[in-house]
């Protein structure tokens, strides 16, 4: 037995911290928290100073006896969690429920995994520090009590199973409000003008007139000026500039640049960080400090000298915008300098270049430009047409890195041909071009985390989580419309004429967007218009800053609680009590004919239309189109939905019809269901276009081959390519031709597919009715009948006995309540069996 146990919450940062420790040192993980609020209960006594009730999961009984075991007969146990708060949490839990003897604990952190780091942190042991775990304390409580009190009053005012948070809901306020800017923008058009020069040289450039025209008019009165003009430079500037590097990434700054420049939703960069911290690769990743340690610089700037020279070299620190930024004591940066690549996962090596890339950058001389102006002055008007360009004269950090924008239309500058005052210029051509105003652009994961920090919402282990949370909720989602096809109008002057040209660009694509859904509209707008305070942007903000002070042990957490439960809490009981139900509902006019009310709003099932009024006995209802919404959905569109299902004849015998479903628009044949493809209109379609569908359905669905005397079908859904053979799905990877399988591609499949389900198969005791099977990530589960348990990953599920899975489904299996009818027939037959006897 080892006389120091390490105790970490990651398996995989237990791995690589065992390297560097001696024989007299055991690791093990905690698998996260060993102890948290319960799942079915508010679990906090708001009469009691708010305390929390934790407990120990099911699922970590058997890990926390283990652990208790092993630090009994520990000479020293050690508790290295995280660095944050809720790392310090994770620490104080283990102490708790482990019921460590304080005087063999020590509590020790590091920000990243070297062995320099870590022999460093044992030699600089402290205690547990107390301000931290009451700051986690205070969020984990104080969002319980938002959560489990505003939930119920969505339950009955808006609709089953929705949810609310503190900082989720702020987020869905963010996106909504946005939307409605969308909608209410009006585009306003303008010309900009735009010519090509050549100079004496015979080389191009292009110039700009620095003001648009307002209208066409406008635009065609300029260019009329320019026929029979001549040009010269008027004025030519050239001045040095510089370019700086930006800072070492943060968490936020990272979720950014990794969605600009690798397209990583923001939950992937966390998952891959994760991976490269706990390989010892980079520094802790949930940070909102851009400070390098004096060590880090050191290295960088000696890579710096080797790899590039010493004129690249210029050691540099950064000033952190963000007060509360104190918890962790660097950026994320690699652990090695010297390695500027890894050889792991494709994935996170991109990350890992990233962060090195932008680690050395800061660290590295500015980039020195020359930026020329240049106006342009015509003979028959007074408007000066200006070009501006830039020569990159010494590359400095550009050599390795330039940071991303979110400004789809920001232009680069270019170079210009060298030239002189009062040069004369040939005009090849002047183009005036329709362009509209645009609205704000919606916001992609990394624009919304970019905000929330920008308004003090939130703090870098949140952001991820958060999104996840809305997107799953069903309150937002990424968007999918590519867009539309708008015209618009260029003029083109040449050769003393003007051409018009009509052309067409694609705007108001929204893919891969945060988009918010009826849903996630109806619920924001209740709890704005019920509860001003949880959903205000300056309050959320407030919040935030009352954790820092309690971290800093500048604020007591049970005081700040009280003040907040004693204005929520009471806003709450009015609002159920009092508030009207909201559906959402817009009423958009009258059907011209039945004469009724038309309105659209949520139903049981999602956004629904209804021709008729509340009391009405004969009122119609149709579903909404996915893409449909209610805050924008027209009169005409709602009309158009009640013209269906609309029967279309008869093929092979059989109705067709075309309808709205919950899915989507299709086509019925008999018993038979056809999605129509994206983007047509339900209502244009045809018989015969729909035995076209029927007909290629019919072809889909014919067997491809047979195997073992069953049809082998194959078919495209929503995870790719597969083949059905007898009610089993198989996936078709890559490595396969799917156009052209072969009988033995068809029978490898199915082989496969059986293996994996049999390997899948821990323990099957088919007299109980009991399974246990490999599940994703790492994980077990237990079936039985509709009773599914998942185990943690620390449980070895291959060992178990019948008896401790009947155990777990015992816990797992809810008691059976008698209802007051069943007791009263019971006293009721009881009471009669005594009259008898007597």
Request: glycine share 6%; hydrophobic share 35%; aromatic share 8%.
């Amino acid at each position: 037995m080892a006389k120091n146990l390490v105790i970490v919450e990651s398996p995989a940062k237990a791995k690589t911290i065992e390297k560097f420790l001696g024989k007299d040192f055991q690791v093990e993980s905690s698998y996260g928290h060993i102890a948290d609020l319960p799942s079915k209960e508010l679990g906090v006594n708001v009469d009691d100073d708010f305390k929390p009730k934790y407990e120990v999961s099911a699922d970590k009984k058997a890990l926390v006896k283990k652990l208790k075991d092993l630090s009994k007969n520990a000479e020293t146990v050690w508790l290295a969690s995280d660095e944050d708060r809720e790392g310090e949490a994770i620490a104080w839990h283990l102490a708790e429920e482990l019921k460590l003897d304080e005087k063999k604990t020590k509590r020790i952190v590091f920000h990243e995994i070297t062995k320099t780091a870590i022999l460093k942190a044992i030699e600089n042991p402290r205690g547990i520090n107390y301000d931290l775990v009451n700051a986690q304390q205070a969020r984990r409580v104080l969002d319980r009590l938002v959560g489990y009190e505003l939930s119920p009053v969505l339950w009955k005012k808006v609709k089953g199973g929705l949810s609310a948070g503190r900082v989720q809901s702020v987020s869905v306020r963010l996106i909504v409000e946005r939307e409605r800017e969308i909608q209410n923008f009006k585009a306003e058009a303008s010309y900009s003008i735009v010519a090509e020069f050549s100079n004496e040289s015979g080389k191009t450039f292009k110039a700009k007139l620095p003001k648009n025209f307002s209208t066409k008019a406008e635009a065609e009165a300029f260019l009329a000026k320019n026929v029979g003009s001549t040009y010269k430079v008027a004025d030519l500037e050239t001045k040095p500039t510089k370019k700086s590097p930006t800072a070492p990434f943060t968490t936020s700054t990272l979720q950014q640049e990794a969605a600009r420049k690798l397209y990583f939703p923001v939950g992937v960069t966390m998952m891959m960080a994760q991976r490269l911290y706990e390989a010892g690769l980079i520094t802790y990743m949930r940070t909102d400090s851009v400070n390098l340690s004096n060590e880090a610089m050191t290295a960088a700037k000696e890579e710096i000298i080797k790899s590039y020279g010493k004129e690249f070299s210029k050691p540099r620190t950064f000033a952190n915008k963000n007060k509360g930024a104190q918890e962790a004591h660097e950026a994320i940066r690699p652990t090695d300098m010297s390695r500027h690549t890894v050889n792991i996962d494709r994935d996170q090596a991109r990350l890992y270049d990233l962060i090195w890339k932008r680690t050395l950058a800061s660290q590295m001389s500015d980039a020195e430009l020359e930026r020329t102006n240049v106006k342009i002055d015509a003979s028959n008007h007074k408007e000066v047409f200006v070009a501006t360009g830039e020569v990159l004269l010494f590359e400095g950090f550009l050599k390795v890195y330039l940071e991303g924008h979110d400004d789809e239309d920001e232009e680069q500058e270019g170079m210009l041909p060298a030239m002189k005052v009062n040069e004369k210029l040939l005009n090849n051509y002047i183009t005036a071009t329709e362009r509209f105003t645009r609205p704000a652009a919606r916001y992609t994961e990394a624009s919304l985390v970019k905000k929330l920090e920008e308004l003090g919402i939130g703090r870098p282990s949140t952001y991820a989580p958060t999104i996840s949370t809305i997107i799953n909720r069903n309150y937002v989602e990424k968007g999918n419309f590519e867009g539309q096809e708008r015209p618009y109008i260029q003029l083109v002057f040449q050769d003393g004429k003007t051409v018009e040209k009509k052309l067409k660009e694609n705007v108001g694509s929204d893919k891969g967007k945060l988009v918010p859904t009826d849903i996630g509209t109806i619920v924001n707008d209740f709890l704005v218009n019920h509860f001003k305070t949880i959903l205000d942007y300056n309050f959320t903000a407030k919040v935030e800053q009352d954790f820092d002070e309690i971290a800093s042990g500048n604020e007591n957490w049970t005081k700040m609680m009280r003040d907040f439960y004693n204005q929520f809490h009471p806003n709450v009981i009015e609002v159920e009590a009092n508030a009207e139900r909201e559906s959402g509902e817009r009423i958009l006019g009258v059907d011209p004919k039945t004469g009724k009310q038309v309105s659209v709003r949520l139903g049981k099932f999602g956004p629904m239309a209804q021709i008729g009024e509340a009391d009405d006995e004969e009122k119609q209802f149709a579903s909404l189109r996915t893409e449909q919404n209610i805050g924008t959905i027209t009169l005409e569109e709602t009309l158009d939905l009640f013209l269906l299902p609309k029967a279309l004849g008869e093929y092979k015998g059989e109705e067709v019809e075309v309808n709205n479903g919950r899915f989507g628009p299709y086509v019925r044949h008999g018993k038979v269901f056809i999605s129509l493809p994206k983007g047509e209109d339900p209502l244009d379609v045809t018989l015969e276009r729909a035995e076209e569908l029927i007909k290629e359905k019919e072809k889909a669905d014919a067997p491809i081959a047979t195997y073992k005397n069953e049809p082998v079908q194959k078919g495209v859904g929503r995870f790719g390519p597969f083949i059905k053979w007898n009610g089993i799905f198989i996936n078709v990877s890559k490595k396969y031709n799917f156009d052209n399988l072969s009988q033995s591609d068809i029978e490898e499949l199915i082989e496969d597919k059986l293996q994996k389900e049999i390997d899948k198969v821990l323990h099957n005791w088919e007299d109980e009715g009991i399974k246990v099977e490999k599940a994703r990530w790492g994980r077990s589960v237990i079936t039985k009948g509709k009773i599914k348990i998942e185990l943690s990953k620390d449980v070895d599920a291959a060992k178990l006995t019948l008896d401790e899975v009947k155990e777990m489904i015992a816990k797992k299996t809810p008691e059976k309540k008698t209802t007051k009818k069943a007791t009263t027939a019971k006293k009721t037959t009881a009471k009669k069996a005594t009259v008898k006897k007597k």
